[in-house]
């Protein structure tokens, strides 16, 4: 969210209806839409610096910094802040990730940015296990590189904050097969991290919630909400 208007950039899809195992081409987009206002009309407004997707998002003073990502090229290590004013877009440069990462997942817990996870190249045949966090409050800040948590590495996990901690729910981990392809393990283990205290591993999830809406949605009163999921 940027002043009141709900911005949508970048992403990938399969434009002639396929799949991968189909043999269809990926495409990254560069769009920016905006809405701004629920029962309004999607407008395109700008484009990003370059096509990016499955990157981490979040909303912080009016602006959506977006971290990391992918794009035809491999993966990137850029951070940016998007925000807009009266439909018109500005761009702002962060500093970069210390690795290029996508599929990872983060959130906002105050001013501090955390991102967990994901993969380092297209090609990876195993995930990460790197935690960062950049204070958005300071603007000389650079990325830390915090101690990774008591579970296997993982891609695709969903994030979530909630009474000043952290979270960190499923994903999945990979390992090469016998081809040499990743071949990925489905997890259901759920840990939560405090700046003072370190990390606490929970009780398990139900199921394995795979690439879901990320970060989880904070309710007052049902705490976290994880919507979807690949299981």
Known sequence: MSNGALLFAGGANFPDG???WTGSKKVWSDRVHML???????RLVDRLPRSLGYGVSVTKDERVVCAGGSHEEGHSPSVFAISQSG???????????PEPLANSCGTLVGDILYVAGGTTS???TS??????SLDLSRAEARWERLPTWPGPARML???GAHAGRFYLFSGVSLKPSADGSPQRTYLKDAYSFHPTEGWRRLSDMPRAAVAAASPAY?????GLVVFGGDD
Do not use: Q
């Open 36 to 42: 701004d206002r629920p029962d309004g009309e999607w």
């Open 87 to 97: 439909g018109r877009v500005v761009f702002e440069k962060l500093p970069d990730l």
């Open 18 to 20: 396929g799949a991968p």
């Open 218 to 222: 904070s309710h007052a009163v049902a």
């Open 127 to 132: 995930a990460s296990g790197s935690f960062y």
């Open 157 to 159: 996990s969903v994030a």
């Open 122 to 124: 297209p090609t990876a």
